[in-house]
């Protein structure tokens, strides 16, 4: 998933289900993310950071698709 290329918290459904909620980091930047379903999260980032944790989920995403 694009958000384990920033992300170090496990987000298995295991030991992160569907409705968790953790505060955690994304590359270098504090954010709220919550776990809405099976393979989607919401993310909640401070505004000033929100270009550079869209690159790095881009960059994510990008990694995740080869």
Known sequence: AA?????????SLKAFPVGACSRTVFGKVEIVLLRTGGDAFRMEV?????DYAFGLLAEGAQDAAV
């Not at 290329?5 to 987000?11: E, F, M, N, T, Y």
């Not at 401070?46 to 929100?50: H, Q």
Request: net charge neutral; with cysteine.
């Open 46 to 50: 401070w505004r000033s950071f929100s």
């Open 3 to 11: 958000i384990n290329a920033g992300c170090p918290q496990d987000l």
